[in-house]
């Protein structure tokens, strides 16, 4: 078993009056109170989520001011740069700023950094190089970054260059002096907290839209932001923040929009990934995402914006083609270091001693070790660091699991590291090379004070116990009216159980490693794929099952199957 079981428990009273006023199934009603949803307008309004739902932009904290300061430089003309970042959202926030703004009459460049040469966010060589670019700038607006760019923005305020942050991450302590900050951290309330840097992109843009609109100004009534949310959808999926609150809506909306995109740098995209039909979480997740990523994990993410830019399939078409092959390259480079590193933590892993796995090598590349660290850490479920660099300095990224914030360790940490920063579940840090084993240990320290044993095995959350006979087609269609899941609003699991296999287990794919399985709770008969199973044990005698419900679509043929999560002997 690789999982703690946690079956939710169950409420039937508020779950069957939910049911009843929406005229939904006990099951969906019970799904929706385990996310937190038991009003009934709150629930109709997330089961039907509507664009004109969306809140006024200018809730958001100085967004107000930033307006106000990018109005005053349409109005003379002044040039500005867009300063985004190298990952999905930062460019997917940077092509929807500089569409919007030049389709609308302003001056603008953008500028990506390099994280190989200029690191992370509104960095001092980073902002040196983009004025050494675009000499002339005055105004610089930092997305999706620049919320602890105290020095850089100081320094770009002595060159008289005006600073607007649009960012989604923590806030340092003292603020840095932007001209306005549009951070939803600011927000006491949470409004807004759940939106990445595109959705504060969208809202900016339609702040502007809605001024301009105001105003009477030409071309602004023309402008539909609806346009733009085929980008907001592929930001906002692939930067992995919750899908509820306005996301909920900005989504689904784009995921619709980016199954019908004309872009042709989308378009172009789209045809390498060999994707046809819709678009969901999944697609952009693993199929669109880390080819847009890719540019910026690999070298630089120019390419990334082009493709999005792109006027034409004749000039997007080599572009998509140019991100595919940085992603197969990625993905070669990822896989040797994953499996170093797996080697590695393997060599020296003590279960009851490692509580945390801090692994680095020379010439890991930098680019992909957060993705490393994602993997090493599903292997041990530890919370994990993985570092590369050279003689003189490595560069990592971390990821934990529940109820170890990462980032208040490394504080607890400091004097062992050139820098640090992030959140409780995903942290980045600089150390030299000769203090990786002495941060290992004191890393280890903390988590054995703070991680009991059993937080040491993944929990699995599940929805609700059920029957095999309830798993109908127009009960797992209904279900999927939750959709779109991922981060905030994960797929329903649900346990079955007194299973049986009535025959054999079907292997599957290349080296046989996936199954097929055929089940029996002697009433109803289903069945269920389990994907990745490789050489562990598949179910044998009378067990439970945890499982995801699905549609399966064959030669137009739409019946019900369950994807495995785990498994287990029954339980009386």
């Not at 039909?277 to 997740?285: K, L």
Request: hydrophobic share 45%; aromatic share 6%.
């Amino acid at each position: 078993m690789k999982f703690r079981w946690f079956l939710t428990p169950s409420q039937p009273l508020l779950a069957n009056q939910l049911a009843a006023s929406l005229a939904v199934s006990p099951l969906l009603a019970q799904c929706l109170v385990n996310r937190g949803i038991t009003a009934p307008a709150d629930a109709a309004a997330f089961l039907t989520p509507r664009l004109k739902s969306l809140a006024d932009p200018f809730l958001l904290p100085n967004m107000s001011t930033a307006v106000e300061r990018l109005w005053l430089a349409r109005g003379r003309g002044e040039p500005l740069v867009i300063f985004g970042d190298y990952d999905v959202d930062g460019v997917t926030s940077t092509a929807l700023l500089l569409e919007t703004l030049r389709t609308l009459g302003w001056t603008a460049e953008a500028y990506l950094p390099s994280r190989m040469d200029e690191g992370y966010g509104l960095s001092r060589d980073g902002v040196e190089n983009c004025l050494k670019k675009f000499s002339k700038t005055t105004l610089l607006l930092a997305v999706d970054c620049g919320s602890t760019a105290v020095e850089s923005i100081a320094w770009l305020g002595g060159r008289g260059v005006d600073v607007l942050v649009l960012d989604h991450h923590q806030v340092s302590n003292p603020a840095p002096a932007a001209a306005a900050l549009v951070n939803p951290q600011l927000s006491a309330d949470g409004k807004f907290h759940e939106l990445c840097s595109v959705g504060l992109a969208f809202k900016l843009a339609h702040a502007l839209v809605k001024r301009g609109r105001e105003q009477g100004v030409l071309g602004f009534e023309d402008f539909d932001v609806r346009r733009l949310l085929d980008l907001v959808a592929l930001g906002t999926v692939a930067d992995l923040v919750p899908l509820t609150g306005e996301n909920r809506i900005l989504v689904p909306a784009g995921l619709e929009r980016l199954s019908a995109t004309k872009r042709p740098g989308l378009v172009a995209l789209k045809k390498v990934a060999e994707m046809n039909g819709q678009v969901g979480t999944y697609e952009v997740g693993f199929q669109l995402g880390p080819r847009l990523n890719a540019a910026g994990r690999m070298e630089n993410a120019e390419a990334a914006l082009r493709l999005i830019l792109a006027a034409d399939i004749a000039e997007a078409t080599p572009l998509a083609a140019e991100l595919d092959a940085r992603n197969r390259e990625r993905q070669e480079t990822e896989r040797g270091i994953t499996d170093q590193a797996i080697g590695a933590a393997r060599a020296r892993f003590n279960p009851a001693r490692d509580f945390v796995i801090v692994e680095g090598q020379l010439l890991w590349h930098i680019g992909v070790v957060g993705i490393v660290a994602s993997r090493v850490l599903r292997e041990f479920y530890r919370p994990t660091l993985i570092l590369g660099g050279d003689n003189t300095e490595f560069r990592g990224s971390g990821r934990s699991i529940e109820g170890f914030d990462l980032a208040a360790a490394l504080r607890e940490c400091d004097d062992l590291l050139v820098r640090h920063g992030g959140h409780a579940m995903a942290a980045g840090v600089t150390i030299q090379p000769d203090k990786v084993d002495a941060l290992r240990e004191r890393l280890n320290v903390i988590a054995q004070r703070v991680l009991k044993t059993d937080q040491l095995q993944p929990t699995l959350r599940l929805d609700a116990e059920v029957e095999l006979s309830n798993l109908t087609l127009n009960a797992v269609t209904e279900l999927a009216r939750l959709e779109p899941f991922g981060q905030g609003n994960l797929a329903v699991q649900l346990a079955v159980r007194n299973l049986r296999c009535t025959r054999v287990p079907l292997r599957m794919g290349r080296g046989k490693q996936h199954a097929k399985l055929f089940l029996t709770d002697g009433t109803a008969n289903a069945e269920a794929v389990f994907w990745g199973v490789g050489d562990a044990a598949l179910p044998d005698g009378t067990f439970d099952l945890a499982a995801v419900p699905q549609v399966n679509e064959f030669n137009g043929r739409r019946t019900v199957q369950l994807k495995v999560l785990d498994w287990r002997p029954a339980t009386t």
